[in-house]
């Protein structure tokens, strides 16, 4: 294999594939990062075998062939390679990596050894807009567990039908859940995708109105996106039912400005640091007061609300409310309550395409 290519697009493909890379794997090709020259375009790939990348750039090829380097390694060189053209060539299980007046010799591993990649692409496509799928992502994730005791909850739930996809998180402290309608019809069909994963396709998504095509078949799920494309093995087990937990009656509604509400609650979590973060919510008519108690000080503040329905106390964790309202771009929000000891439900007030759910804490004195 001989091919050579610019510095800055080898080092940007090695950083996107490097992410499905193992960590002190059992079997050290798993560590590795493949590189397969062929017809003018470099093919990289990584795989943990939950998570699979693959990404292609352009490349001068002048012998095709196929070789696994160490992943962390090259990745580390290639980084640190001044600007221009690399020449990189193969003989047998070494390689060179070649620049003006330079070169590096590695061991290289037998590109045979490399795990097949899932082929998914033949599965009905999921069609959704690139930036609507960025953002319900973004939206959501925040809300995934980090307890592995519960294996099911460290992924989302995506469900699609009647035309709407829908991305559903929950850590058993709060819910977060996005939809948004299809770019085309897909088949009806649920599935939960791990939220490493996730992160992984909202870093490569961007702001454009392009639509994806997500596949879904026998465990695992592909998308494409550009030039890469990123293949992950599906959770197995049955998802929380979220549906029981999402009641449309309330005993007391309050209408705010989010980003006032967001940044009086910001400036409360300061001060609420010291007391495991907990703020209380003073619901009354035209307002509703954002207190708490810390062992530096105390915070007070009135945020107007528009109220409907019953007086209220109830407390939260200060954290939970802003990784909600940081992700929410609507100016109004509408915040639903029944009791002091049941959730809090946030949705929109224009559009109905988000709900987040917070379970209140213990009420400080």
Excluded: W
Excluded at 75 to 104: F, H, M, Q, W
Excluded at 233 to 239: K, P, T, V
Excluded at 250 to 256: E, H, I, L, M, R
Excluded at 336 to 348: K, T
């Amino acid at each position: 294999m001989f091919f050579i290519c610019e510095k800055n697009d080898l080092a940007d493909a090695l950083s996107v594939v490097a992410k499905a890379t193992a960590v002190k794997a059992n079997q050290p090709i798993l560590e590795g990062i493949y590189m397969q020259a062929g017809e003018e375009e470099l093919t990289l790939a990584a795989t943990d075998l939950a998570l699979s990348i693959r990404t292609t750039i352009q490349a001068d090829v002048r012998e095709a062939g196929a070789t696994v380097l160490p992943g962390k390694m090259i990745c580390d060189i290639v980084r640190k390679l001044p600007d221009g053209p690399v020449e990189i060539r193969t003989a047998g299980l070494n390689i060179s990596i070649s620049y003006p007046g330079s070169k590096i010799n590695l061991a290289a591993l037998n590109a045979d050894d490399f795990p097949t990649l899932p082929e998914v692409s033949d599965a009905p496509g999921i069609v959704v807009r690139r930036d609507i799928l960025r953002s319900m992502i973004n939206g959501t994730i925040f809300s995934v567990a980090t307890d592995e005791s519960r294996p099911i909850l460290t992924g989302e739930l995506v469900e699609v039908e009647d035309e709407e996809i829908r991305l559903v998180a929950l850590d058993g402290y709060r819910l977060a859940l996005r939809s948004a309608g299809l770019t085309e019809p897909s088949p009806k069909t649920s599935f939960v995708v791990p939220a490493r994963s996730l992160a992984e396709v909202a870093r490569l998504l961007d702001e454009r109105e392009d639509p994806v095509t997500i596949y879904v078949k026998a465990g695992h799920m592909l998308i494409d996106i550009d030039n890469t494309r990123i293949v992950t093995r599906l959770l197995d087990g049955e998802f929380f039912r979220y549906r029981s937990t999402l009641s449309n009656e309330f005993a007391t509604t309050a209408q705010v400005f989010a980003p006032s509400f967001a940044q009086c609650i910001e400036r409360a979590s300061l001060i609420a640091q010291s007391k495991n973060n907990q703020i209380k919510f003073s619901i009354d008519e035209g307002k509703i007061a954002v207190s708490c108690v810390g062992d530096l000080g105390d915070f007070y503040e009135e945020i107007p609300a528009s109220i409907d329905g019953k007086s209220l106390e109830i407390a939260f964790n200060a954290k939970y409310f802003i990784d909600c309202l940081r992700n929410i771009s609507e100016d109004f929000i509408r915040l639903n309550f029944n009791s002091a000891l049941s959730p809090c439900i946030v949705r929109g007030v224009e559009k109905d395409t988000f709900t987040y759910l917070i379970l209140p804490v213990r009420m400080f004195s």
